[in-house]
């Protein structure tokens, strides 16, 4: 078993930066891919960045460049620095670990980029 508990979203004005956390306790962190996800009002859930338990990162082209991905084995956390920002990063932010079969999610962050 893993909980999730994400933080650090926030108001933000475009152009801005924030950096959301997410902190991994019950099981052993390292040996998870860990990603995060996004959910805008009336849209679907859609993969932000991965980085798997070697440090191989994706993205998506909408946050690349943007975006940074990474994590701290160390302390059991995963963050996504996100720079230059714009309002249509506005979402709930989730943070998900899968391994194989196992498959968990945080609660969510809400990130909203409004002037």
């Known amino acids: 078993q893993v909980q999730l508990v994400e933080s650090g979203g926030d108001l933000v004005q475009p152009g801005g930066s924030l950096r959301l956390s997410c902190a991994a306790s019950g099981s052993i962190f390292r040996t998870y891919r860990m990603g995060w996800y996004r959910q805008a009002p009336g849209k679907q859930r859609e993969l932000v960045a991965q980085i798997t338990s070697t440090g191989s990162t994706n993205y998506a082209e909408s946050v690349k460049g943007r975006f940074t991905i990474s994590r701290d084995n160390a302390k059991d956390t995963v963050y996504l620095q996100m720079y230059r920002l714009k309002p249509e990063d506005t979402a709930v932010y989730y943070c998900?670990?899968?391994?194989?079969?196992?498959?968990?999610w945080g609660q969510g962050t809400q990130v909203t980029v409004s002037s």
């Open positions: 998900r670990a899968d391994r194989l079969t196992r498959d968990y």
